[in-house]
């Protein structure tokens, strides 16, 4: 055998009781870091199984407010599909520019559907423009376009023009190009 395994053996005889308080050292300390390792994980699952209980609490708690909200965007959607128009019902169409004349006490001059352009492919819905035109005092021109912007339809201004009279200083002449959207 080799003679430093002979020392410690010797040692070993001579010494047992050292030997055994520094195996027993060794052994609870493995033992200590083990169990201490083992408490950090089951420290750490305990965290997020506390973590994954509130979320689901906070949503059980919230599913009432989820669901108002849910309504709320349903009825959203519904309103804004109800004021949709229909491209090809030109009467229809043109009937709702009329109303607005008789909600703002002004007559259109012009109102003309244009022709649209193809719809995009990502797009939910077309647009449909209009070329119109009317002539007022100032005070009938603005109350024709709040008429336009608070109509129940979906109207976007794309091109607008106001110009004087040349007879008429109080007469104001308003062109407009809006746009209506429509189902696909």
């Known amino acids: 055998m080799n003679a ?24 609870m300390g493995a ?5 201490w390792h083992r408490q950090q994980d089951l420290t750490y699952e305990h965290d997020e199984i506390r973590h994954n209980g509130e979320d689901m ?39 709702y520019f009329y109303q607005i004349e008789t909600a703002s006490h002004m007559r259109f001059t012009q109102v003309t559907q244009l022709s649209s352009q193809p719809q995009a492919a990502d797009s939910a819905y ?4 209009f070329s119109l035109r009317a002539s007022g005092s100032y005070r009938q021109i603005m109350r ?3 008429e ?3 109509g129940p339809r979906l109207l976007r201004i794309r091109t607008y023009s106001l110009a004087g009279s040349d007879g008429d200083a109080d007469l104001v002449s308003l062109e407009l190009t809006v746009e209506l959207l429509a189902r696909p």
């Open 57 to 95: 609490l906070q949503a059980l708690t919230s599913h009432a407010r989820v669901n108002t909200e849910i309504d709320t965007v349903k009825a959203a959607l519904d309103r804004i599909d109800k004021n949709l128009i229909n491209e090809g019902d030109l009467a229809e169409n043109l009937g």
């Open 31 to 35: 033992a200590t870091f083990y169990l």
């Open 126 to 129: 077309k647009a449909v423009p």
């Open 144 to 146: 024709l376009l709040r």
């Open 148 to 150: 336009l912007e608070t």
């Open 4 to 27: 430093a395994l002979q020392q410690f053996l010797a040692f070993v005889r001579r010494n047992p009781t050292i030997v055994a308080s520094i195996s027993i050292i060794v052994i």
